[in-house]
């Protein structure tokens, strides 16, 4: 691991979101933590932090140092190193939540000679010590952007060190590989033979394969962070706009029964099973009859070629049209769900038209209106996005891109290994893939990584973390 020289400083910030709350927190973290804020603290019976023994909560008054004036009643946090989230002193002061409050304490603890916390620099500091992996720093974020609580459960496990565990197992048979093939270099008179190499392929095979699995789950753990966008097209008044209200289960979009309701594209949040979700309605317009239509048109397409799922609402008490037949050209390449709306009316739509063209099981009678097999729609809508994936929220799901490039690299070495194995190539060749991809899954837990790329991933989090 490299060597940090900005560990010296003690650091502060304000760690809780900016506006207004019941309470606010000022964090400090570093070797003068506790001087610094005793600097600025008057506990109730004029007892210092420095005299405390950690892990212990006090009730006190935040002062302005030089005027002596109070700035606010606090109750303060002492946790001494190294058990503390950056494994150094950490002082922590909770104020009232307000920003003028806070900025007052901080800046009185900026006063007392606190360096003020780059985005994620108490995380960072954590990675340092030791006390996380970086994909334990990286989990911390996703813990606070999860979307859902199946992301959120995730999170915890990687929080948890699951991940790192895995890439440990991996990277420990692969240095036991290296040694071995480096021996085998080293000391040739003892030769290699062809069960000997065979063995070797079988277990590089063996880690490569684990590799594979972890990769695997990328695809889900990806739809598990970032969601999906659906977008609703069909012609005008098939009901699209009733459609995202009732899987919205809110009155968000206007309906009405004259055609071309919606003259622009709306897009909003849901989930489904746990899945976060982007729901765009569409303009039905087919004939644009002014600039703004032209402009509605031209972004439903844009939206319908940029969907991870299309549904194409058709309505089931009229015929099937020649723009039904259009649409459904033109979406029959993508993923794709029929959604035949208003199965509360007496039926005039051929539906083994568009049973033919997408498949029976990807068309689905509902009524918007009256909320009938809505909930069959959504369960269609997940195992379609769910279709092919490897989606096991209770093992390890692979979602940063980092990690997937990396482990991608890992594979490709591994894989590279394999095939040099069996053209029976010079044993050099073999060790360097093993030490590449050792040197990959290293990089994703931090054990060899450059002070530029540390600072890009930390710069992503929020001051105060
Ligand atoms: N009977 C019945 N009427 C429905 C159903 N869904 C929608 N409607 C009615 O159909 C009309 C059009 O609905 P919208 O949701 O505005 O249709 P749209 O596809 O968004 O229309 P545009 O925005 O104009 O393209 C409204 O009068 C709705 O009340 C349904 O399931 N059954
Ligand atoms: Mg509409």
Known sequence: MYQYKGLEDTIAAIAT??????????????????????????????????????????????????SGEMIDEVLVTLMRAPKSYTAEDVVEINCHGG?????????????????????GEFTKRAFLHGRLDLTQAEAVMDVIHAKTENFLRQSQHQLKGELSTQLKSIREELIKLYVMVEALINFPEDGIDAQSRQQILN?????????????????????????????????PNVGKSSLLNALLKEQRAIVTDIAGTT????????QMKGIPISLVDTAGILEPRDLIEQEAVSRSHLYIKSADLVLLVLDHSHPLEEQDRLLMEQIKAARALVVVNKMDLHGKLD?????????????????????QSIQDLEAKIVESILKDKNFDTHGILISNIRHIKALDEAQKNLQDACRLMNENTSLEFISEELKAAVNQLDAITGRNIDEDLLDRIFSEFCIGK
């Open 263 to 270: 003259r622009d594209v709306l897009e909003e949040s849901a």
């Open 351 to 371: 539906i083994s038209v568009p049973k033919k063209i997408f498949g029976t099981e990807h068309v689905i009678k509902v009524s918007a209106l009256k909320a």
């Open 203 to 235: 277990r590089i095979s063996v880690q490569e394969k684990s590799v594979a699995k972890l990769l695997g789950s990328s695809q889900s753990g990806r739809i598990l962070k970032e969601g999906i966008r659906i977008v609703l097209c069909g012609k």
């Open 99 to 119: 920003m003028t409050v806070l900025r007052a304490v901080l800046q009185a603890v900026l006063n007392a000679g606190a360096r003020l916390a780059s985005p």
């Open 17 to 66: 979101p900016a506006g207004q709350g019941g309470i606010g927190i000022v964090r400090i973290s570093g070797k003068e933590a506790i001087a610094m804020a005793d600097a600025v603290l008057r506990l109730q019976g004029a007892k210092t932090l420095v005299e405390c023994k950690t892990h212990t909560v006090h009730h006190g008054w935040a002062v302005n140092a030089k």
